[in-house]
C-alpha cells in the first residue's frame, strides 16, 4: 500500500519537489471509481452499460473488429490517436504495423507551431536557459500555473531572487503575472505586433548583435526593411501597451543580451497565424545573438539511446487522410493534424475510416468543438481505448482497456530533454491493484491475435537493456534500477553550435530570418501582421489556461485535487458582468456557434473587459465519473473550430461567445 509519495531528490527535473497534482497521484491507484477490468459496452454508446471481461475476451473481440474493418476498408480504415507519454511508441507501432497511415499524436492540440517556427528559422526546437537568463519576456505562457519542469523552478529561482526581470504578457492576470515585474494584459492576438515593434526599434537603433547576425544568419536585411513600418506607436494602438514602454523593453532588452530572452511558451494552440507569431520570437531572439549562450536560447543536448532492433513492417499504402503532404507540407508530417484529419474522417474524403484505437488520450475533451468530435464518434463502427479512468471518450468507446498506473507498471526507459537532459526509469512501486496490463502487455495480446505479434517479440527489460547499452555506466540497468535516473556528467555545454563552419539544419544551413522554404510553399517569408477579428458587441473572445492543480480534462475527479476546486467558473471582468446583469457566482450560459456551457460566473478584475476564461477539463459527460458528472462547464463544448495554416495547430482563442443568466 502506497501512503505517501515522495519525489526522487536525484532527479535534477524535479529537485525533490513534488506538485499537488503528484502528490494526490497515489488516488490513480486507490481511486474506488478505477476502471478494474476490461469493459464491452453492452447498451448503446454513452448509456453506460458494461460488461467486465477477462483480457483474452477484450483481446479477441478487438482483434476481430479491428479485422473486420481491415477487411472492408483496408488497413488506414483504422484511426490510432495517442498522447505522449513513455509507452506510446509500442501503441504507434502497432498502428504502423496494421498498416494505417492515420496516425495522429497530440502536437496539433498543444506545441506544433511553436516547434516547427524554431525548426523553419534555427533547424532545431530549443530550450530556454531561464536559471541564467537576466530579462525575460514571456507571453502568455503562464509557467508558475502551468507547470514544465525545470522551467517552472529556474523561473521562481531566477526571479525570485531578482536577478531576473520578468516582463508578462497576458490578457488575464495568473500567478506569473503575479510574481512579473511588468505585466501587460495586452489585447489578445496582437502579440506579433508587440515582437515586430521590438525587433524595430532594436534594429533602428543599431542595437542587435551584428557580428553574429553576419556569421550564422541570413535575411537580416530583409527583415531591416520589412519591420521599418511597424514602429512602437503603431504596435501601441494594435496591443494597448504603450509604445515609450516597448521602446524601453527592446533596449533593455538588447542590453542584457546575450543574457536575454523571449520565451516560446508551449501550448502554441491559440490562433490562426501562431506560426507566424512565434517565427517572430525566433527571429527576435537570433538578432541579440542569445543563441547556444548561457542565459539565452540552447539547442537541446543529447543523449542517445539504444533501440531495440525488431522486425520491421512495410510502409503504410494509403496517404494519409489529413492529407499532409498538401496541406501542410513542412508540418512533421508523422504527428499529423488532428482538426484536418477530422474534418476528413467526417467527409469520408479520400476515403472511410470506420475503426479508432486510442491510448492515453480524451479526444473528446481535447479538440475543440466537441460536437464535430461526437459526430466522428458516432460514424465509427468501432472504438477501443487505452486508459486509466472512465473518461470522456471512454464513456462513449465499445471496448476500454484499462492500462496500469504509473505506480503500477514498468515503462520504457527515457529521455528527458533539455540543455542538460536525463536519463530516466519509471519502475512500479506496487503490484497492479486490479485487473490491469502496461501498455506493451495491451499491445502484444492484440497483436497476436492480428498476427502481428512477431513484430512485438520482446519484452520490456529487453527493450530497455537495448536502450541503455550504450550509457557510459558499468552496469546501466542495474544503475538504472538503484537510481531511477541517470545524469550525466559535467552540466549544461554552451556553445557546441557557435563555430562559423557550423551548419544548422535549415535549407541554407544557416540561421533563416528569412525563409526561402516558407516562401516556396506560399507562406510569408518573414512574418506578416494581421489585426485579429475582434468580438462583436455584446460578445466576448474566450481564452483558455490551466491552473497548478489540474491535469487537462483528466484530475478533475480526483479527491483530492477537487478540495482545491470542486468546480470551474467563469472568469468575467465586473464592467462587462454589470452590462449583462450578471452577480458574482450566478450561473451562466456561455455560448458560440460550436455549442454551449453553464457554469458560475466569478467576477474579477484579473481578466479584460472584452475576454472571458474557463479552467479546462471541467463538465464532463462520463457518468462513471460521479464526482466530476456534469460540475462546471465544458470548454471543448464551447471552442470553434479552426487552425494554424502553417502548422496545422487547433486555434483555441479565436472564438467569441455570448453570456446570459442560465
Ligand atoms: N479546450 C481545451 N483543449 C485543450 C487544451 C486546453 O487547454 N483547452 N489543451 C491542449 C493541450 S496543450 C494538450 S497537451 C492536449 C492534451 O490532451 P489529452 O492528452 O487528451 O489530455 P488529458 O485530458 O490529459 O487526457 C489524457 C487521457 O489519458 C488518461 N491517462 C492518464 N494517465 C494515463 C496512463 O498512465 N495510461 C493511460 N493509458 N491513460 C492515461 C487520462 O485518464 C485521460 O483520459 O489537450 C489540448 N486541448
Ligand atoms: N498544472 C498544469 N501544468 C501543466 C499542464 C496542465 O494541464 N496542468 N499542461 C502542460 C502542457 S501539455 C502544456 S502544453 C503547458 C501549457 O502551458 P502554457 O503554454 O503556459 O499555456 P496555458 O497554460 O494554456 O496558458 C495560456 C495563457 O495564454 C493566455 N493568452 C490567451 N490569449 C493570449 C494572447 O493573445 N496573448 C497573450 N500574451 N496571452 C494570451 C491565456 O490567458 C493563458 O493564461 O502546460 C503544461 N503544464
Ligand atoms: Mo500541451
Known amino acids: 500500500m502506497i501512503r505517501k509519495l515522495d519525489p526522487n531528490p536525484k532527479n535534477p527535473k524535479s529537485r525533490g519537489m513534488l506538485c499537488a497534482r503528484g502528490n494526490a497521484g497515489l488516488l490513480q491507484v486507490y481511486d474506488p471509481k478505477r ?58 507501432n502497432l498502428g504502423l504495423a496494421f498498416g494505417s497511415p492515420n496516425i495522429v499524436r497530440h502536437p496539433t492540440l498543444c506545441l506544433a507551431s511553436v516547434n516547427l517556427a524554431y525548426s523553419v528559422t534555427f533547424g532545431a526546437v530549443p530550450s530556454f536557459d ?17 507547470f514544465i519542469t525545470p522551467d517552472t523552478m529556474d523561473l521562481i529561482d531566477s526571479t525570485m531572487n531578482r536577478k531576473t526581470r520578468l516582463v508578462y504578457l497576458d490578457p488575464r492576470f495568473t500567478v ?32 542587435h548583435d551584428k557580428e553574429f547576425v553576419k556569421t ?28 515609450a514602454n516597448i521602446v524601453r523593453i527592446a533596449r533593455e532588452f538588447s542590453d542584457a543580451a546575450p543574457r536575454a530572452l523571449f520565451y516560446s511558451g508551449r501550448r502554441s494552440s491559440w490562433y490562426r497565424n501562431d506560426f507566424q507569431m512565434r517565427r517572430a520570437q525566433a527571429i527576435l531572439n537570433a538578432i541579440v545573438g542569445n543563441w547556444d549562450k548561457q542565459g539565452g536560447v540552447v539547442p537541446n543536448s543529447k543523449i542517445a539511446l539504444g533501440e531495440f532492433l525488431y522486425l520491421p513492417w512495410d510502409d503504410p499504402e494509403a496517404p494519409r487522410i489529413d492529407e499532409m503532404d498538401k496541406n501542410f507540407p513542412l508540418a512533421a508530417k508523422s504527428d499529423g493534424a488532428y482538426l484536418k484529419l477530422r474534418e476528413n474522417v467526417l467527409a469520408a474524403n479520400p476515403y472511410p475510416v470506420k475503426g479508432w484505437m486510442i491510448c492515453k488520450q480524451d479526444p473528446l475533451s481535447a479538440l475543440p468543438d466537441q460536437s464535430k468530435t461526437m459526430r466522428m464518434v458516432e460514424q465509427m463502427d468501432f472504438i477501443a481505448t487505452i486508459d486509466i479512468q472512465m473518461s470522456d471518450t471512454a464513456w462513449y468507446a465499445d471496448v476500454v482497456l484499462p492500462e496500469s498506473t504509473y505506480l503500477e507498471r514498468q515503462d520504457p526507459v527515457e529521455v528527458l530533454a533539455g540543455i542538460w537532459p536525463v536519463v530516466v526509469m519509471r519502475q512500479p512501486v506496487v503490484k497492479p491493484v486490479h485487473d490491469t496490463k502496461p501498455c506493451l502487455d495491451i499491445v502484444q495480446g492484440i497483436a497476436k491475435r492480428l498476427d502481428l505479434g512477431m513484430y512485438f517479440d520482446y519484452t520490456i527489460d529487453q527493450w530497455n537493456e537495448a536502450a541503455v547499452k550504450e550509457l557510459p555506466l558499468d552496469a546501466p540497468m542495474d544503475y538504472l534500477r538503484n537510481h531511477g535516473v541517470y545524469t550525466p556528467p559535467g552540466g549544461p555545454n554552451y556553445g557546441a553550435t557557435l563555430n562559423p563552419d557550423h551548419r544548422f539544419v535549415t535549407q541554407s544551413g544557416k540561421i533563416e530570418i528569412f525563409s526561402d522554404r516558407l516562401k516556396e510553399f506560399g507562406h510569408d517569408p518573414l ?30 475527479s480526483n479527491p483530492w485535487l477537487l478540495d482545491f476546486a470542486p468546480e470551474n467558473f467563469l472568469w468575467i471582468n465586473p464592467k462587462s458582468a454589470s452590462h449583462a446583469g450578471i452577480a458574482d457566482g450566478e450561473l451562466v450560459e456561455v455560448s458560440s456557434s460550436a455549442g454551449s456551457a453553464k457554469l458560475r460566473a466569478r467576477l474579477t478584475e484579473h481578466i479584460r473587459p472584452d475576454c472571458v476564461s474557463m479552467l479546462h477539463g471541467f463538465g464532463k459527460r462520463s457518468q462513471w465519473l460521479t464526482r466530476a458528472y456534469n460540475r462546471g462547464g465544458n470548454d471543448a463544448a464551447v471552442l470553434e473550430n479552426g ?20
Not at 531561464?130 to 502551468?146: K, T, W
Not at 466576448?540 to 478533475?556: D, E, I, Q
Request: aromatic share 12%.
Open 643 to 662: 487552425w494554424d495554416g502553417v502548422s496545422g495547430n487547433a486555434a483555441m482563442h479565436e472564438t467569441f461567445v455570448k453570456v446570459r443568466k442560465a
Open 176 to 207: 506569473t503575472a503575479a510574481k512579473a515585474d511588468e505585466w501587460y494584459p495586452i489585447k489578445p492576438g496582437s502579440d506579433l505586433a508587440f515582437i515586430l515593434a521590438l525587433v524595430h526599434v532594436i534594429i533602428a537603433e543599431g542595437r
Open 216 to 243: 550564422y544568419c541570413q535575411g537580416f536585411d530583409q527583415l531591416a526593411e520589412h519591420v521599418k513600418k511597424y514602429s512602437p506607436e503603431w504596435a501601441g494602438n494594435e496591443t494597448e501597451i504603450a509604445a
Open 130 to 146: 531561464l536559471q541564467n537568463a537576466n530579462y525575460v519576456i514571456m507571453a502568455g505562457a503562464n509557467r508558475f500555473e502551468s
Open 35 to 92: 476502471i478494474k477490468k476490461p469493459l464491452i459496452r453492452a447498451g448503446a454508446r454513452g448509456e453506460g452499460k458494461w460488461r467486465e471481461v477477462s483480457w483474452d475476451e477484450a483481446f479477441d473481440y478487438t482483434a476481430n473488429k479491428l479485422k473486420e474493418i481491415k477487411l472492408k476498408h483496408g488497413p488506414q480504415g483504422v484511426l490510432w490517436s495517442s498522447t505522449e507519454a513513455f509507452a506510446e511508441v509500442f501503441f504507434k
Open 527 to 556: 512574418p506578416v501582421y494581421q489585426p485579429p477579428e475582434q468580438p462583436p458587441a455584446g460578445s466576448f473572445r474566450m481564452l483558455v489556461g490551466r491552473k497548478a492543480y489540474f491535469t487537462h480534462a483528466n484530475s478533475s
